[in-house]
């Protein structure tokens, strides 16, 4: 029995390379962005996801250091898999992960100094993130750069689009405005034109959109929407 | 009095899960009853309270700018700042092996309700989220900094026992199938904190 | 040949080996992109001292601004001496100790500052003698505007949930206020972050400090309070973070006040 698996395994691992983007490898993107989304499925990473979503320009920034370690954590671990030694494994995934988040950090403080204010400590947080840990462990360590690679793009991706979504919902909500890197922030409901309230715009801003708790609610709410639509994803209480 | 300001600031006003969200991850996943919950709450504030005044230790005597001048003074424009993420980290994990073994010696009874959790514990958000905020708050003295670590350790507790309670009882409850589990909890959460943002005016 | 990658050697081996390429990749990184840093961090204060002045800069400009509006960078001690001073278009380098822009008010706010208040409180010599022991200076900077002379006065303070700090420039009648900016690091979002915006800033404009003796020199009321020439109402339930920017206005501008009477005391004697 034992041996057949084993001539069974090594048969898999001799099969012919496979093209980067076969359907198998599609799933890797495909799957994060919604049956096995890091955080509202698998929750994972929702730590630092969530403080940093008063503003768009905050979550895309957070969003792009999140990909950008997941890629280097990945990739790095993949091509270092046969020579990490066992015993050290974790602790070798924390080191590669805290030096590119520390990359990260002062990147960020030299190039982009008042985004960097505002995520103050949740860009240190990303070494915690449960999902690149995660990935590491559960992926990285076991498969080829190639597919690495895309897993972390398609999990990093899954955490986006949750992190501008909340932010979306809640920068244009409770502060009227849009914002962007490089653009400032964009107050559509306070222009002129639509000054016939008090304070300047027909908007009252609904400053509970801004606080922490609604950040919890709007991924509440995103999860119902997502189950109810995909109901594979409903729980047994 | 300033030792009970940040200790009742870290477990009602700046709360980790109320407040920032930290240790979400364990906080979602280990509180589906109130047992575990208490377990892995007590591991979390004592960990918090290990780690939050060793970390304050390392920052001020070695990463900070100038911190070396303990050893020489032509150290003072040394600053090996860039270097604490990885640092804290690595007492994080260190400390949590450490204790894990100690506890395991020398109270096995203590082990046997929190062994489990003490591994779970060194990527928990809350605990690198501790050292973090202690150094950019920069508390001036290390009680000030411990207390800090019990504070938010105490909050972290209560959040999570409490949210253990709600689940043990909302299961008889009709939630939405889409809700169930995951979503109800996040909103239950947010619930909470509302609540808890009441305590943000108190002063003592 | 296999190596044996669980053998205790090569795992010690590639510890060492990660440690060195870890470290030297990351100091690498940390060194070639500080003198940046510390350029970011200059620019945002010439953008905070200029915006006192209700000057307009944004990153690319501010370095330009500020040589053509600071005229003189004075470094004063609690009694207001002078300590130390630059002309307004000495060119700023992180390295100079003896500059007055270098001068790091939050750090000395940290380390000393917020200790002696909250041990001494109210008694003023105490906090005098203490603040002089320690060596904390005061830096303020002289802006010419539109042939019109101001003084920026950089603060910190203690807000609700971390630093508060801002800059207040003052008329050369020594008491009018011109402009103020506010700055905290972590207040609450739509309720003490409010000291930042505009609504709030402007309402110090054109207001007195109080002079007289025994009365507070300027008071940040609670939200919604009947103010006077010596107040501005505070911030609607972000009371404990105007209760921090009143603390910091009058711990902070008498040291300025005392500078301004010896400066004008010299003039006297001339």
Redesign the interface.
């Known amino acids: 029995m034992s041996t057949e698996a084993q001539v069974v395994e090594k048969e898999v691992e001799k099969k012919p390379s496979e093209p980067l983007f076969s359907k198998k490898n599609r799933k890797l993107l495909t799957d994060p962005l919604d049956d096995s989304n890091p955080i509202t499925v698998q929750v994972l990473g929702i730590c630092s996801a969530l403080a940093i979503t008063?503003q768009l320009q905050q979550a895309v920034i957070m969003s792009l250091s999140v990909l950008f370690v997941m890629i280097g954590g990945n990739v790095i671990v993949s091509i270092l898999r046969?020579?990490?030694?066992?015993?050290?494994r974790i602790i070798?995934q924390l080191?590669?992960i805290a030096?590119l988040v520390?990359?990260v950090n002062?990147?960020l403080?030299?190039?982009l100094?008042d985004i960097s204010e505002k995520l103050?400590v949740f860009v240190g947080l990303i070494i915690t993130n449960c999902i690149i840990m995660g990935r590491l462990e559960a992926f990285a360590l076991g498969n080829k750069v190639g597919p690495s690679f895309l897993d972390a793009i398609g999990n990093a991706m899954g955490y986006a689009w949750i992190l501008l979504a909340v932010a979306i919902v809640r920068e244009v909500f409770?502060s009227g405005a849009i914002s962007l890197p490089g653009m400032g922030q964009v107050k559509f409901f306070d222009t002129e034109w639509a000054g016939f309230f008090a304070n300047g715009g027909f908007y009252e801003?609904n400053?509970l959109m801004?606080?922490p708790p609604m950040a919890l609610i709007v991924v509440g709410i995103i999860i119902w929407i997502q189950r109810s639509r995909n109901t594979k994803l409903i729980e047994e209480n | 009095m300033?030792y009970m300001s940040i200790f009742v600031k870290g477990i009602f006003v700046?709360n980790m899960i109320f407040a920032y969200f930290l240790g979400m991850c364990s906080y979602l996943a280990v509180s589906k009853t109130v047992k575990t919950a208490v377990g892995l709450g007590f591991a979390v504030i004592f960990v918090l309270g290990i780690t939050v005044p060793i970390n304050y230790l390392l920052e001020n005597y070695v990463l900070a700018e100038g911190a070396l001048t303990w050893l020489d003074e032509s150290y003072a424009t040394i600053d090996l700042s860039?270097?604490s993420f990885?640092m804290f980290i690595a007492v994080i994990a260190s400390m949590v092996q450490l204790v894990e073994m100690i506890v395991e010696k020398f109270a096995p009874a203590l082990y046997g309700a929190l062994g489990i959790f003490l591994p779970l514990i060194a990527v928990n958000c809350a605990i690198l989220g501790g050292a973090l905020f202690m150094q950019?708050?920069?508390y001036?003295t290390i009680g000030e900094a411990t207390v800090f670590g019990l504070g938010s350790g105490v909050g972290w507790w209560l959040a999570i026992v409490a949210i253990a309670a709600i689940r043990e009882k909302i299961r008889y409850s009709h939630v939405p199938a889409p809700l169930r589990g995951l979503g109800i909890t996040f909103i239950i959460t947010g619930l909470m904190g509302m609540a808890f943002m009441s305590f943000?005016?108190i002063?003592i | 040949m296999a190596i044996n990658?669980?053998s205790n050697g090569?795992?010690f081996f590639?510890?060492i080996a990660?440690v060195v390429v870890?470290g030297t990749?990351?100091?690498v990184?940390?060194f070639g992109?500080k003198p940046?840093?510390q350029k970011?961090?200059a620019t945002?204060k010439m953008m905070d001292i200029l915006g006192a002045v209700k000057v307009d800069a944004d990153r690319s400009n501010a370095a330009a601004l500020f040589t053509e509006y600071v005229t003189r960078r004075v470094a004063v001690n609690y009694n207001g001496e002078v300590i130390s001073e630059k002309p307004g278009d000495a060119e700023v380098d992180p390295t100079d100790k003896n500059d007055p822009f270098n001068i790091d008010v939050k750090k000395d706010y940290?380390?000393n500052v917020?200790?002696f208040v909250?041990q001494f409180g109210d008694n003023e010599e105490k906090l005098a003698s203490a603040l002089e022991e320690a060596g904390v200076v005061f830096p303020v900077f002289e802006v010419v505007k539109d042939g019109e002379k101001f003084f920026v006065c950089p603060m910190v303070g203690t807000g609700?949930?971390?630093p508060i700090w801002g800059y207040v420039s003052l008329e050369e009648d020594y008491k009018t206020i011109y402009g103020a900016r506010f700055d905290h690091?972590?207040e609450?979002?739509?309720?003490g972050a409010e000291i930042k915006e505009d609504f709030f800033q402007v309402k110090f404009e054109g207001k007195q400090l109080q002079l007289a003796d025994g009365s507070d020199l300027f008071n940040v009321l609670k939200g919604g309070a009947q103010t006077n020439e010596h107040s501005v109402d505070g911030i609607t339930?972000g009371?404990?973070t105007s209760k921090g920017v009143d603390e910091m206005l009058n711990r902070t501008l008498p040291v300025y006040l005392n500078y301004f009477e010896n400066a004008n005391n010299q003039r006297a004697q001339r």
């Open positions: 008063v046969n020579s990490i030694p066992d015993r050290i070798v080191v590669v030096a520390i990359i002062e990147v403080k030299a190039f100094p103050s409770g801003h400053n801004i606080l | 300033e700046e860039f270097l990885i950019e708050r920069q001036p943000m005016g002063e | 990658k669980n090569y795992t590639f510890a990660m870890v990749t990351l100091a990184t940390a992109l940046l840093q970011n961090q945002k940290k380390a917020k200790k909250q609700l949930w971390g690091k972590a609450t979002p739509g309720l339930g009371t404990i």
